[in-house]
């Protein structure tokens, strides 16, 4: 009987994935050249990151459109490349990575509060988070305050050309940094995703500045901008900098637990948020757009 049961449900996962892979196939692609505003894309099959602002204002602010949730960007770009949706949303600086690895692919330049979604600077905005009543929120404020607009465009630019080909070593010196910290000093333990680039993502090596993700059993290295951030606040703060790799939906839960100091992860600091955690001033700041094959 067991075995007769395995059997019919491999069967009937083989048949669910078959029809799906069918719908994809019978499914008329969207066409995004005629796009010139959000409202301009009734009839598409657009996805976006589960908890995410991306997923509230494509659920809100669209008509006519099919919204599919993910629980990552891998998941989303898999996704896209076989079919099932047309885009997703991102901010800016995702599309100029994808893009930039995939020729295939390009990126609908929707201005935010003009042609595209309604956002605020805190929707479309990173910044860093901490518990409730943290005392590291006044004092990352004032590390933040001292690295310019135009460093903070160039490091973004940096990681997404690192992003491209991380393992291999560029050369060029991260373009902010802060002196060495002593071994025997506190640790800041930063939550990301590490699958975000070019805000972060994982590689295999320590080239161009990575750091050892703490809960990879030391297999993998975290880099991008979210990680050189995190290493200039921690030498600031005098602390030495550990990087755990964690699910979007747990990173806020585990700064509350005390499992994480904080979280810097390409995240926004929506009204939401900021009744479950406390935010810095944002350290980025972009459009969003979405992905879609040409």
Same mark, same amino acid.
């Given at each position: ?28 692609? &969207?066409? &995004?050249?005629?796009?010139?505003? $959000? =409202? *301009?894309?009734? !009839? ?8 995410? &602002? ?10 006519? /459109? ?9 998941? #989303? #770009? ?16 995702? =599309? ?17 509060? *003009? ?12 910044? /860093?988070? &901490? ?11 004032? $590390? ?26 560029? !050369? ?15 640790? #800041? ?11 972060? @993502? ?7 500045? =990575?750091?050892? $993700? ?33 699910? @979007? ?16 992860? !390409? ?28």
């Amino acid at each position: 009987m067991k075995k007769l049961l395995t059997t019919i449900a491999i069967v009937l996962a083989s048949l669910t994935l078959a029809l799906n892979l069918a719908s994809c196939e019978g499914r008329q692609k &969207f066409d &995004f050249t005629n796009v010139n505003s $959000i =409202a *301009d894309l009734n !009839g598409a099959v657009i996805g976006a990151q589960t908890g995410t &602002f991306h997923l509230d204002a494509l659920k809100d602010q669209t008509k006519g /459109v099919t919204v599919k949730e993910y629980g990552d960007f891998t998941q #989303l #770009l898999t996704a896209l490349n076989s079919g099932v949706i047309d885009g997703y949303v991102a901010e800016e600086p995702t =599309a100029y990575a994808v893009t930039a690895q995939d020729s295939n692919l390009t990126y609908l330049h929707l201005k935010n509060n *003009d042609t595209g979604f309604t956002a605020t600077a805190s929707d479309t905005g990173i910044a /860093v988070a &901490f518990a409730t009543g943290s005392e590291y929120v006044a004092r990352v404020n004032e $590390i933040l305050a001292g690295i310019s607009e135009e460093t903070r465009t160039a490091l973004m630019q940096q990681a997404v050309a690192l992003s491209a080909d991380p393992d291999t070593e560029a !050369g060029s010196p991260v373009l902010v940094s802060s002196n060495e910290v002593l071994p025997e000093a506190a640790t #800041l333990k930063i939550a990301m995703e590490c699958a975000y680039a070019p805000f972060n @993502w994982s590689q295999t090596t320590a080239a161009n500045g =990575a750091v050892k $993700i703490s809960n990879s059993g030391n297999s993998f290295y975290a880099n991008g901008y979210d990680v050189q951030i995190a290493k200039y606040i921690a030498a600031e703060l005098g602390m030495n900098l550990e990087i755990y790799a964690e699910e @979007w939906e747990s990173l806020i839960t585990g700064v509350q637990a005390g499992t994480y100091t904080g979280i810097i992860a !390409g995240m926004s600091p929506t009204a939401e948020r900021e009744e479950e955690v406390d935010f810095t001033e944002c350290y980025y700041n972009s459009n969003l757009v979405i992905i879609y094959k040409k």
